[in-house]
């Protein structure tokens, strides 16, 4: 019989910045019990999954094992950390453990799904720890972008990990836990086998800012609006809405929040007690009764989403608001990587109207929530462990991570997406690979990346479609109907292209000889290809086709 | 009758960084003669133009008064100023005028559309002046990140006008012509009516880097290379194919150019005799007899396409060639907006290798094509326009171009695609507005972007598809059959969407009332209608549907 084991298996996050998914195991080989932690999502995109609602990491290898599993974390309560539970909890179904803010948004992650909102615990932070299955486990806080982010601290029979999560060394955050190295230390003194370590911002060179060094850049930009002032940032940064709100206030502006986003997460921060100081805000209607220039609008869309605030009044309205001459717009948040194009739509479609736009381009405006290269290092040197193993990031930056901890004499491990990683001896390896993909929300329906039916979607996008039905009695054609969808007609000539591909087929059908003709799967192939070929000659392009073959018995007639 | 005037109307470039096309016209109004400034194209994404190959400014207005175009200049060879030449030359049929590089590969998109080459004529550079129609106009030698490189002096019957092209201001640029600020001085002599600038880079506050400053750091990050290295950069970017080349030389490598548009860029460059000292290159049989310390590969797909040699490279092997630990990838480019994902996903397969990717990120190893705010300051100054009018650039760059220029005193007008602006008078103003889209090129058909047929393909894309075929003989339903196309089956049951789908419909078709049914259209509209609300109810999703109804006469059968 083997020995037991402690393992690492990221899922999700290990591999791209988003869809966070992590296990730890202790046990027999294949017999290990489990904690999870996180169930992020990741989101879809026209460019490789159109059409998908969300994207979460394949739950297969740990949902096989559920029955092992004692307890899921949620580290925070950023969509790639919690925005997949409501999804596939039921196929995990083990207790949930947070902090009050995240147990909030969790509890709605799961209300949304109908699933038991009474799983969620929440639990007070460390040096508190929780016995789960064979582990013992601490909520650790740390300054994040959302209130009340935690880091794990994870007692194995192996020794302590320390899990960061999302995490930046502010020692004042404005809202939630400032960063306290006394904590870390701490929490270093019994050893820390393993550090599995946030590597967002292992790029970045410079010490991370504090959210509140934004106070007065945004108080001083916010006093110089004309017309309407408008905010945006991500709806859960509690603290940005706070440092916007007394900018407005302080420039002698009613605050008002649109968005339901934004406006949920604030309810949430409220009921948990961490709006502390944040200024009255005026409701919709009052709003709209007070002159622009004593009005202040904190509003969702920073990503340039299009159905969330901003994008609606960069296309004119919302809400009974139209931005003008003499308006300011903020983004006091970044651009994520792949959005560039529809903030940029945005930013255009003020500068049309004359309105001011503010990026954080200057750097005054917006603070990363991440650890940057330097505070990573702080983080390895507070909590001095065995091996680092970087997460949270793209290949390049688990390597770049990894690199910089063995530049300072760390052994220092990458763990992709669906490697296991033992770390029971004092030199952990990866050992096996698992089944790490991911898993589609499309529609009300869970698919595989791998099923084809994105990728068919794809090749109707790129290709067009073309859709045939052919009616057979016996050997003869009763009938030919084609349609074609997303493809033009071809210029030379007058005919449609459905008519010429109609009469090809018709040709194409007399040359079929008779005994093939009897056999449906073949009369489709050939008809299918022969259409295809058809449409690349008349259109240059290759569209998808489906032949629909209905074949009448002679005496139904 | 109306007096002459002097037009200026943007026809693709004043709105977005591509797709160049300008015209300016001397008459009376509706029967002005005409040059053309550019044919560019843009590039399709899967996110709005899935399929599409290419993207033209609608030629539609300037095609309508062919007859009355005297000339097609064509400023620099880049693909946003020359790719559309071939392509919509049939709807132009003018003489085309430029520089000698840019002839040869104007020659070769004519080529590629079977167009008469012969409709280039090549003239020397400005103070050469040519007349054409009512303008004589003289090509300007600018440095640019392309050789041979062009803005327009326009002399009109109302004065002179500066089309600036795309220029920075480089007293080294390696190939091709220095920044010659006497020779604007001169051109400015008569003065200048209008300035008609470039506005790309109106948001870089710092002075633009000349490209023999790389030269340096190239070399010497060359000279740290450890396997094989291999450099991208834009195939048509000739400087710095040198500089890399000798960089590559410099540490003792043999050079290998590999990549179908570098090569002909080379060639081009060649025939122009604008090579110089280009260090010799190996080809690529001798390249792979070469250790691969000994090597460096300048290759193509700095922007992460994903058929250029830089993706093949990533994804395992290309032309014999593999990536290895000890090697090294120079980003040699900027990434432009939008191709983050794809330049990303390139740079995290290197890293998983273990290769050493370098990219522009510590501003060492590129420099941009195009003038920053200080530099269009002092083309400003050195020009001193009655008025300056932006081009090139997104509404947010016109906008600040133009606030730029009016913050030094010097009147400055916003021009978007489709506006004419009336520069007869003292006060330039825009008058009238024409129609001015996008035309794609769709396997090999022009189609509006309107049509509909790319709108399709989206809803295609994002909600899937349902084909149905019914069989019907007067009344009485012979057959029915569905494919489903792009759709998950229903996780709950065991039936597949489309057998689902089949048995709803029977079920519908015998609701019709025997009235409705002998109607075509009012069929095929409720059994839409029906199949996407059965799949919204199954699925979640409501999918793009055809009904390809037979009529089957009874005396058929």
Redo the contacts between chains.
Sequence with gaps: MSQERLIYVPLGGA?EIGMNMYAYGWGVPGKERFILVDVGVTFP????T??VDLIVADPGWIADQADRLDGIFITHAHEDHIGGLGMIFDRLSAPIYCRRFTGMVARAKMADWNRDEDQITVLPPYPDMTDVGPFKVGILPVSHSIPEAGGLVIDTPKGRIVHTGDLKLDPSPIVGDPFNPAMLREVAKPGVKALVCDSTNV?SPLPGRSESELREPIRDLIATAEGLAVATTFASNIARLKTLAQAGVEAGRSVCVLGRSMQRMLRFARDAELLGDFPPVVDLEEAQDIPRQNLMLLVTGSQGERRAASAHLANGKYLGFTMKEGDMFLFSSKTI??N??EV?RI???F??QGVR?VDD?SGLYHVSGHANRPDLEQVHDLLAPEVLIPMHG???HL??HANLGKAKGIPSLVV?NGAIADLTSKHPQIVEHVDAGRVYL??????GAY?G??L???R??????V???V?L?DDAL??V???T???????KGREDLADLVEREMEDEIDLIPAKTLRRDDDVIERLERRIAHIC?DL???KP?V?V???R?E?E??
């Design positions: 591999g995109s026209m460019n490789g159109p059409g790029f990587p792949g560039e194009i940029g930013i255009n479609a500068a049309a736009v381009s793209e290949y390049r390597l770049e992709p499309d529609g009300s329906e869970l698919i099923d039916i994105v068919n979607r794809i109707m996008a790129t290709r067009g479609m859709a045939a039905s009616i009695e009763l009938g109907w084609v349609e969808i997303g493809l033009p007609d071809p210029h690349r259109i240059g392009k998808v489906r629909l073959l209905n009448l002679a139904s007639g």
